[in-house]
């Protein structure tokens, strides 16, 4: 039966440390905590308000920043400005473009109503891109899907991910933004210098043969999941072909070429999200197939040889379609290291999604992970933490496939 370690040793699924083999011979230890750490007691789960800057006695404050977001899906925040503000970019799929919010770290001001306003706090900054559709019975509109904030010499620029078109057609642009934007720019005025694309590779190129054998460029695909580690940028690509974890460094190419497969976990499913762990390992959100089925997995690899380090699937109620992963960029609370958070989208019963903290638990001389629900969203897409611990999160929301009633929640753990 599935237990929870003991406070003082894994506590949470955090920083990768060490290959154990008094465990397992493949065994890893995830989240290793000095006997001196004391776990926190959990939170109880809470829905978020619907007046700004609610605050939860026993749980994180939700404040909600923005509505009105046609399906957003992406997020990323800038937090290197010295005027004490977060900006916060947001891809709004059904809208096609990505806007951004401005707000100060402390500001509890009136929500932004995003549909179709540009105002001091909220800019269109890249539009027109090409939208399709994302998800199966039912799907939902969609455009551009993922998205990274880089400080470059330059200035401010962003990494966004497309989605909803053949594999061939996919890529990963670039757009360099100006400090204070007035005006959008066009999706096709993106930085030649750092385009990534999907190449085929030429006769007798090296590189993984099954993984390569099975890319099909016609196959209708999305880019889902960024990570930006150093130089290296990582894409969780699924849709109709197997799923793939795809790399690009950008001092040497600019083709998107898959990791190496590791036979010993198969094929990757639908992998929707990648995150970077303190060790520079890849740990992959698989959400499996969609319905009811809680048959979502985390899976960690590492970052150039596709082995994995690592694999489970949730224990207990398990989560149903985890579509983001976040490490937070402090530690939390009492904790002594980051933490590891991921999003249920629940495609099938809404009222289960939510926001999530990964826990290890054992079984036996197995290590496995359990979700431990912190809030109760609607349809929740993406997130990214700023430097202070502060949690950007994106929510469809109550919609129906075509309504324009997403939002952007800032929530303090």
């Not at 749980?59 to 899906?73: M, N, Q, W």
Request: hydrophobic share 40%; proline share 7%.
């Amino acid at each position: 039966m599935l237990q929870k370690f003991p406070s003082a040793a894994i506590r949470f699924f955090g920083e990768l440390r060490a290959t154990v083999a008094a465990v397992c011979a493949a065994a890893v230890v995830i989240g290793f905590c000095p006997a001196a750490y004391s776990a926190p007691a959990p939170k109880r789960v809470e829905e978020p308000s619907k007046n700004p800057a609610a605050k939860n006695d026993a749980g994180p404050t939700v404040e909600v920043l923005a509505s009105g977001l046609d399906h957003p899906c992406g997020v990323a925040v800038r937090d290197d400005r010295d005027d004490n503000t977060h900006e916060i970019f947001v891809v709004e799929g059904g809208a096609g473009r990505v806007v951004r919010l401005r707000k100060k770290k402390t500001d509890d001001s009136n929500v932004v109503q995003a549909d179709g306003v540009s105002g001091k706090h909220f800019v269109p900054a890249v539009v027109d891109f090409k939208r399709s559709k994302w998800g199966a019975a039912p799907s939902y509109p969609s455009g551009p899907l993922s998205i990274v904030y880089k400080q470059m010499k330059s200035g401010p620029a962003i990494i966004v991910g497309d989605g909803g078109q053949p594999l061939q057609d996919l890529s990963v642009r670039v757009y360099q933004l100006p400090e204070e934007q007035k005006t959008a720019i066009s999706c096709e005025k993106f930085d030649e210098k750092f385009f990534v694309g999907f190449n085929p590779p030429a006769d007798g190129e090296t590189g993984d043969a099954k993984a390569i054998a099975e890319l099909n460029p016609k196959t209708i695909s999305y880019l889902q999941g960024l990570a930006l580690s150093n130089n290296t940028l990582f894409v969780a690509v699924n849709g109709e072909g197997p799923g793939q974890i795809m790399s690009a460094d950008w001092n040497h190419t600019v083709k998107l070429r898959p990791l190496p497969r590791d036979a010993a976990i198969g094929e990757l499913g639908q992998p929707t999200a990648v995150a970077v762990d303190a060790h520079g390992n890849l740990t992959v959100a698989r959400m499996g197939d969609w319905g009811s089925k809680p048959d979502s997995e985390l899976t960690i690899l590492g970052p150039k040889s596709g082995k994995a380090m690592f694999q489970a699937r949730y224990a207990g109620d398990g989560l149903l379609d985890t579509v983001a992963l976040a490490y937070s960029v402090k530690p939390i609370s009492s904790s002594l290291i980051r933490q590891l958070f991921t999003l249920d989208f629940a495609q099938s019963r809404p009222e289960a999604g939510g926001l999530f903290r990964v826990n290890a638990v054992e079984d036996g001389l197995k290590l496995g992970v359990t979700a431990e629900p912190l809030l109760k969203l609607d349809q929740p897409t993406a997130m990214a933490f700023a430097a202070d611990g502060t949690l950007y999160v994106t929510i469809f929301g109550k919609s129906n496939q075509n309504a324009a009633a997403g939002q952007l929640l800032r929530i303090r753990l």
